[in-house]
C-alpha cells in the first residue's frame, strides 16, 4: 500500500512543493486516492485543495489522475505484448472506459497505436509556402498534423516516425484541397479556419490549445495570460511546454502567444516563422480596419 504521509510539512514548504508532493502520490498510490484522502495529507479543505491544485498544474486532482493514467498507457502501449495488460497496469478497472475516451488522447484506438498506426490512414501532402516546406495530414477524424519546416524530407519522416506502421497515402489529387487550404490559412492568418482537427494530446495541453484558438487574429497573449485564461496561474511553464508540444501550425495559433514584455520567444518551427506570421496578422488587421472606416465613411 502507498504511504499515506503528507508530502511534506506545509509550514515548511511552499504550496507548488506540496502540490508536487500530491502529484508523485497519486502517481504511485495502489488505488486512485480520492479528493478528500488528498485534502487530509495536505492539511487543506477540499475545496481549497481543488483551487490550489488547479492553480498550479492547471488541472483538478481527478484530471491530473486521469491524464496520468492515460500517459502510462501511451508509454506501456509502446512495450507490452497486450493492449488490456496496459489498460489494467495503469489502474483502469475495465477496457470500456478507456476505450471511450482513446481516440480523444490517441487520435486512434488503443490497438491502432500500439501497432504504430497499424490500420489507420493517413493522406498527407508536402508542399511549399513563403514559410518553406509544409507537410499537411490529415487522418477521418480531421487534420492530424500541419508541420513546417526547411527539408520536406525531414517532416515526412517525422510523420513517418509518428505512425511507422500507419497507411500513409500521399499524391492524392482530392487532399490537394485541403493543402490548399492550409497555405490559405498560413499565407494570411486572417482567413476563417473551418478545417476540420483531429487534436491529440493530454487534457492539460487541449485546454491550452484550446485557449489559443480563442485568441483572435492580430491579436497576442503572455504564456501567464494563457495560464490565467485556463483557471491555472501558476501553471505557465507548462503552458508554454504545452505551445511547444503543437503540431498543428496556424491552425491552433501557438504564434500568438508571446513573453510578458510583448516580445516574441521560442517556436516550434522557428522563431523567424513566428515573427512572419505575426508581422502578416498586425498587417492584415490594419488593411480590414482601414477598409471598415472608409466603409462607414
Not at 475545496?47 to 488541472?59: E, N, P, Q, W, Y
Not at 487534457?203 to 497576442?220: N, S, Y
Not at 511546454?241 to 520567444?265: E, F, I, K, M, T
Request: one cysteine or more; aromatic letters at 6%.
Amino acid at each position: 500500500m502507498a504511504s499515506k504521509h503528507p508530502p511534506g510539512n506545509q509550514q515548511q514548504v511552499t504550496q507548488q512543493e506540496l502540490v508536487a508532493g500530491l502529484c508523485r502520490f497519486m502517481e504511485t498510490a495502489e488505488a486512485p486516492p480520492d479528493v478528500r484522502e488528498l485534502a487530509a495529507l495536505a492539511g487543506w479543505s477540499p475545496s481549497h485543495l481543488h483551487r490550489v491544485f488547479k492553480a498550479h498544474t492547471g488541472l483538478t486532482p481527478r484530471a491530473y489522475l486521469q491524464a496520468h493514467r492515460r500517459r502510462q498507457v501511451r508509454t506501456a502501449l509502446q512495450t507490452t505484448t497486450r493492449v488490456s495488460d496496459a489498460i489494467y497496469a495503469a489502474g483502469y478497472a475495465s477496457s470500456g472506459r478507456y476505450y471511450e475516451a482513446a481516440p480523444g488522447h490517441l487520435g486512434m484506438t488503443p490497438g491502432a497505436f500500439k501497432r504504430g498506426g497499424q490500420g489507420v490512414r493517413i493522406h498527407f501532402a508536402v508542399a511549399q509556402c513563403t514559410l518553406g516546406a509544409v507537410l499537411v495530414a490529415e487522418t477521418a477524424r480531421g487534420v492530424c498534423a500541419i508541420l513546417l519546416g526547411d527539408d520536406a524530407t525531414a517532416l515526412l519522416k517525422a510523420l513517418q516516425d509518428s505512425f511507422p506502421a500507419a497507411e500513409l497515402v500521399g499524391a492524392d489529387a482530392d487532399f490537394e484541397q485541403r493543402v490548399a487550404e492550409v497555405i490559405g490559412l498560413i499565407e494570411d492568418p486572417g482567413l476563417p479556419n473551418t478545417l476540420p482537427l483531429d487534436i491529440q494530446g493530454t487534457a492539460f495541453q487541449q485546454k491550452v490549445w484550446q485557449a489559443l484558438r480563442e485568441i483572435p487574429c492580430g491579436e497576442t497573449r503572455s504564456y501567464t495570460a494563457v495560464a490565467n485564461a485556463i483557471g491555472a496561474p501558476n501553471a505557465t511553464r507548462a503552458v508554454a511546454r504545452a505551445c511547444a508540444a503543437n503540431r498543428l501550425a496556424v491552425a491552433v495559433p501557438c504564434h500568438r502567444v508571446v513573453r510578458q514584455d510583448g516580445h516574441p520567444s521560442g517556436y516550434r518551427w522557428g522563431l523567424a516563422r513566428k515573427q512572419i506570421l505575426l508581422a502578416r496578422e498586425a498587417d492584415g488587421e490594419k488593411t480590414r480596419t482601414s477598409d471598415q472606416t472608409q466603409r462607414q465613411t
